[in-house]
């Protein structure tokens, strides 16, 4: 994972407290929560200047650090570089 998204994913999680992040942790777990997400997924646009598809805006998507990387590496792999 990139560690821009890491720091990025702190202050999201206020559950979190000085534990690593770890791609199998529950994101709702460690308390983001779906006003959370929202802001979330506007900071991962802005900062890995991508746009996450409808499709990938579910539950499913926001399960994990893991699965959330996943959508965004996808979204970076499918980026059309002028």
Do not use: C
Request: charged share 25%; hydrophobic share 45%.
């Amino acid at each position: 994972m990139d560690p821009r998204f890491i720091d990025l994913l702190r202050p999201y999680l206020p559950v979190l407290g000085d534990r690593d992040i770890t791609e199998d942790a529950g994101l709702r777990e460690l308390g983001l929560d779906s006003m959370h997400a929202i802001d979330l997924l506007f900071a991962i646009e802005d900062t890995f200047d991508v746009s996450l598809p409808d499709d990938d805006l579910n539950d499913t998507t926001f399960e994990t650090v893991g699965s959330l990387w996943h959508a965004v590496s996808t979204a970076l792999g499918q980026k059309v570089v002028a």
